[in-house]
Structure formats: structure tokens, C-alpha cells
């Protein structure tokens, strides 16, 4: 399906904004073509600029998961934004989104909100490093908490444990305090501990990965996260902007029941506005300014508008909905299997709940080295040949796709349809 309007609007946009995007993986840049400009979106269908209709499995990289223009959602911003879109000043409904985030995360005793995820993890390891009075972070390659300088940082060369910068413009010094270790690796954690235990403020992972694909935890992974933190005195953050009420409406850590000190939540608990909240313990939090000597703050942390399309979503966060997710993730899964094995392609396909990736590498992913060994050319084609035929799979081969509950059997079905014919292509292209 070819769309000249946004082939048209990409090349205008290109003059204005770096790539043509607000978002760099929104480009389209790991495979090719131009992107789609989307129009409209309703329930689990977005319309591109000339009209052509996509099934979406983006769902604006996670926050939709009630699908599109979901009428209570849009009544509720509507109905909010009519009152005043922004007073800088404290609403009841900020009190009742926090209430309602702390009945959904035990964990969460006391929670900021922010405008971002990538505002939430900075916050939340600069009060860790405030509570503990250290300087040191660690995180995993492939794990992407936003885009603070410190955490833009990738394994040193050899030896080297301290992280170097991972983009331009991240100076030498702000990547010295980060420390980068391979997830599913207990033993070298262990010995990172052991190493700089009594330096180390933090500890920030995502308790499933999304960002370098969907790669889940081995069984004891994250347990052992939380054991080194509390024996060497340090702060565990899960970063569940992504996994947050997408796995449960209690995030991975209610599906698991695990216990992080610290918790950063986005996307969905937003409901799609710009909305992102980091917590945790009460100690921990009340170093926060005005109580406590760690400084956070924002224009539009705890926006009316968005306040209200946060309560709207998590009061429809229920059973059913992640029944159905369930249901949905388990048929897309074993049609994409099933697509791999017909077409002879190697390849495997990670899930958790309404979370998927078709990796093209043998399976099973449990790091980032194994990650990306995979075939990103033939990634490249399987979504080309996707889009052709209607399906807005990820645009690349490390991220993960979203299911909605707008999303239903037969659009599964017809998903899976296309990834035969596509799956096909791949495997007769070079
Ligand atoms: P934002 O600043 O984009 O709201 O959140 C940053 C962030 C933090 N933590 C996790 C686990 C995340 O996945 C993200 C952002 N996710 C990406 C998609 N992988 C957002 C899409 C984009 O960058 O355009």
C-alpha cells in the first residue's frame, strides 16, 4: 500500500524537524521506506494521511492498550480540558490518580508525577542517589530508561566497568557514575557487587525488557537484583514504564509479586497523554523536595488533562481486559511460531502477556549479545511485507509489539495470515 501523502509530508517535514520526527525510531531508519503519517486511530485501526487503514500493533509504543480514541477516555479529556487545561497549582484528581497508583503497586508508598518516562527514571535515580548519598548506577545493556544523559551510556571497553557515552553530547564525566552489567547475568552482578557494592546508589532495570526486543527475566534474576540491593545498601528501581499495568494493572511486579524499592511507571498510566509517575518507599520518597533536599519538579507534572485521561484508563484496567490480552497474545504467538516453521525461516518469538517480539535469531534471547546477532535485514523485509498488507508492526527489530483491548480474534487471524505471506518473502529474499 503505497501512501503519497505521507511520502509528501515526510519530505516537507524533513526541512523542520530533524529526520521528520519528534522521536527517533519513528523515522523508520532500521528498515527503510518512509514512514506512515497517521491521521486518526480508533480502537486497534489507525488511518494514515491518504486513508489507508492499518491493524496497530504500536499502540504509540504501549500506552494504548484500550485501544484508540477509547470514548471514556476522550469524554474525560474533553470534559477536563473544558475546566482549564493547566493551573500549576495542586487538583483533587492528582490526589486521587496517586491513591489509585498506590492501590495498584503496593510497593509505591508515596509517587511524583512527571511528563515523561525518561523525566520519571531521572528523578527517581537522582533521589536514590540523594537517599544513599552515592554516586554509582547500574543498568543492563539493552535496557533503555529514556534519554538522561547517564543513563545514555554503554559498557566500557574490556575491563573497563564504568559505562561510556552512548550518543554525542553525553560528556565523558556524566556516563563515569553508570555501570553496565548483562541482564540474566546473576553471577556478574554478584561480582560487580562485590567489586563497588558500597559505591553503588542504584540499580534500574526493565523487569521484562522491551527495549531490545521482549526478553523476560530467568527465573531468580530479578529476585537476585533485589537481594544485592539490600544487602550493599542500594536502591532498586524497576523501570516499568513499558511493563507497568501493561502485564497486570500491578505492572510485572504484581504479576510476580516482587518488591522494588522504587518504581517508574509511563505510557499506560498516562492513558496516552503525556504522564509518567516514579515512587516508592516513604523513606525514600521524602527526600523529594519541598520535604526533602532532592530537587524535582515540572511545569506540567500532574496535568488536569492528563490527570483525567490517567484515572478514566486505570479504572478500565480490569480482569476481563487481561483475559482477553491473554487470549490474544497466545493466539499471535503460536501464528507467528507457526509462520517461522512453515516458511523455514529461523527465528523465534518472546511474549509476555500482551507483549511480543518475532526475533530473527535462533531462540531463546536472555541479553542484549544474543539480541543483536539478530538478522536485521530479514527483519527489515517482514515489515515492509507487513505494512504492505495493512499490519503497523514495530519498525524495528528491538522493540516490542503491543495487543490491545480493541483488538479481536479475527484481526489476530488475518494478522497471522500476512505474517505466513510475509514470513515467505523473507525467506526467499537474500
Ligand atoms: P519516554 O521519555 O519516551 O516517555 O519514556 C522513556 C522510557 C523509559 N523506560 C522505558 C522502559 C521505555 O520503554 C521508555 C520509552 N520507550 C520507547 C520505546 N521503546 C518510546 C518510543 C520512543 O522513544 O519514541
Not at 510497593?107 to 527514571?121: D, F, H, P, Q, W
Not at 519538579?297 to 490517567?310: D, H, K, R
Request: charged share 15%.
Amino acid at each position: 500500500m503505497s501512501d503519497s501523502r505521507s511520502a509528501e509530508l515526510f519530505e516537507r517535514a524533513k526541512v523542520s524537524i530533524p529526520g521528520g520526527v519528534n522521536s527517533p525510531v519513528r523515522a523508520f531508519r532500521a528498515v527503510g521506506g518512509s514512514p506512515v503519517f497517521i491521521a486518526s486511530a480508533a480502537g486497534a485501526t489507525l488511518t494514515c494521511a491518504d486513508g489507508t487503514r492499518y491493524t496497530d500493533y504500536i499502540g504509540s509504543w504501549g500506552p494504548m492498550i484500550l485501544g484508540h480514541a477509547h470514548p471514556a477516555v476522550v469524554a474525560a479529556i474533553t470534559e477536563a480540558a473544558a475546566k482549564g487545561t493547566s493551573f500549576g497549582a495542586p487538583t483533587e484528581g492528582e490526589v486521587l490518580l496517586a491513591e489509585k497508583v498506590k492501590s495498584l503497586y503496593p510497593s509505591i508508598e508515596m509517587l511524583r508525577c512527571t511528563s515523561s518516562g525518561t523525566e520519571a527514571t531521572m528523578a527517581a535515580i537522582r533521589v536514590a542517589r540523594g537517599f544513599t548519598g552515592r554516586s554509582t548506577v547500574v543498568k543492563f545493556e539493552g535496557c533503555y530508561h529514556g534519554h538522561a544523559d547517564f543513563l545514555l551510556v554503554k559498557a566500557g571497553s574490556g575491563a573497563a566497568t564504568f559505562g561510556v557515552p552512548d550518543s554525542a553530547g553525553v560528556p565523558e564525566g556524566s556516563a563515569r557514575n553508570t555501570m553496565t552489567a548483562a541482564f540474566n547475568d546473576v553471577p556478574g552482578l554478584e561480582a560487580l557487587f562485590a567489586a563497588h557494592g558500597s559505591d553503588i546508589a542504584a540499580v534500574i532495570v526493565e523487569p521484562v525488557v522491551g527495549n531490545m526486543g521482549c526478553v523476560p527475566p530467568d527465573a531468580g534474576f530479578l529476585e537476585a537484583i533485589l537481594a544485592l540491593c539490600t544487602k550493599h545498601g542500594a536502591v532498586s528501581i524497576f523501570d516499568e514504564v513499558m511493563t507497568g499495568c501493561r502485564l497486570s494493572s500491578g505492572g510485572y511486579q504484581g504479576r510476580v509479586g516482587l518488591t522494588p524499592d522504587m518504581t517508574c511507571l509511563g505510557k499506560i498510566v498516562g492513558g496516552g497523554m503525556p504522564l509518567a509517575v516514579y515512587g516508592g518507599k516513604r523513606a525514600i520518597m521524602e527526600q523529594v523536595a519541598p520535604v526533602g533536599p532532592v530537587y524535582q519538579a515540572g511545569t506540567l507534572s500532574g496535568n488536569p488533562v492528563a490527570v483525567a485521561a490517567a484515572l478514566t484508563t486505570l479504572a478500565r484496567l480490569d480482569a476481563a481486559l487481561y483475559t482477553h490480552l491473554e487470549a490474544l497474545g497466545a493466539q499471535l504467538e503460536g501464528g507467528l511460531n507457526s509462520a517461522l516453521a512453515e516458511a523455514g525461516v529461523e527465528g523465534c518469538v518472546q511474549r509476555v502477556g500482551s507483549m511480543i517480539t518475532l526475533f530473527f535469531t535462533k531462540g531463546p534471547v536472555r541479553h542484549w549479545g544474543h539480541a543483536s546477532s539478530s538478522n536485521t535485514k530479514q527483519f527489515a523485509v517482514f515489515h515492509q511485507q507487513m505494512l504492505s498488507r495493512g499490519e503497523y508492526w514495530p519498525p524495528s527489530q528491538y522493540e516490542a509489539a503491543f495487543l490491545s483491548g480493541a483488538h479481536t480474534e479475527a484481526l489476530v487471524a488475518q494478522t497471522v495470515k500476512h505474517a505466513h505471506e510475509a514470513l515467505r518473502v523473507v525467506a526467499t529474499s537474500s
